[in-house]
């Protein structure tokens, strides 16, 4: 699976749309973009997921690139249940049962 | 629809001896995922199961091991403790074959003195 590179923490503004960066320069054409994220000593929640065209879902929006090299996980009004650790992974359907969630993205909702 | 129940919460060993954690897939879920997310690490792939076979194994010791019942339930067994065995223990199901789409338990947090 190619290596993302996501900021350790960010803050956000609750109402606000968060914006969560994710780098993946290394993927390769069959890998997809998840994202997950993690309350605080609960198991992770899925999100979305993408391969090369823009997702929406009732929870979030995601961006990728053209050249797949990056995308953005979109929280168009977050709350502070929002405030969680966000993981994105690129994975292919060879690695499906072995995510490889890396350290994520702290992302703190406040008043 | 119940969503994957782990048991039990919260268990605690002493060194050397084994813990068996038990994990429900949801219904209809015939693959099951085991990680592990010791104490400010991220989360480690463990095992995956499906149809009652092992398919993959992540980077663990073999005194880690499991099953998969023809329920599809599954349980993680974990022999010889040793003090770096306590994390929060993860299970995860999917359909049939497998999807990066997991459905995960709250878990299980073992504590091994």
């Known amino acids: 699976d190619a290596k993302t590179t996501q900021p350790t923490s960010m803050d956000c503004a609750e109402g606000r749309a968060a914006n969560l960066p994710c780098n993946h320069s290394t993927i390769s054409g069959n890998e997809y973009v998840y994202w997950y994220r993690q309350i605080h000593s609960q198991g992770p929640q899925y999100i979305i997921h993408g391969l090369k065209n823009n997702e929406t879902n009732e929870m979030a929006s995601l961006i990728i690139t053209e050249d797949r090299k990056s995308s953005t996980l979109i929280l168009p009004h977050a709350t502070l249940r929002d405030t969680a650790v966000y993981y994105c992974?690129?994975?292919?359907?060879?690695?499906?049962?072995?995510?490889?969630f890396g350290a994520g993205t702290q992302v703190v909702v406040t008043p | 629809e119940a969503g994957v129940t782990q048991s039990p919460t919260h268990l605690i060993k002493t060194r050397g001896q084994q813990a068996t954690l038990r994990c429900s897939p949801i219904s209809g879920h015939t693959s099951v995922y085991w990680y592990q997310q010791a104490l400010g690490l991220g989360l480690q792939f463990l095992l995956w199961y499906d149809e009652g076979e092992e398919r993959n194994r992540g980077n663990f010791p073999p005194r880690f091991s499991g099953r998969q019942f023809p329920n599809y339930s599954s349980e993680l067994n974990v022999n010889a403790l040793e003090l770096e065995d306590s994390a929060l223990y993860l299970c995860a199901s999917t359909l049939e074959g497998g999807t990066g789409e997991l459905f995960f338990g709250e878990g299980s947090r073992l504590t091994v003195l």
């Open positions: 992974i690129a994975t292919s359907t060879d690695s499906w049962g072995k995510l490889q």
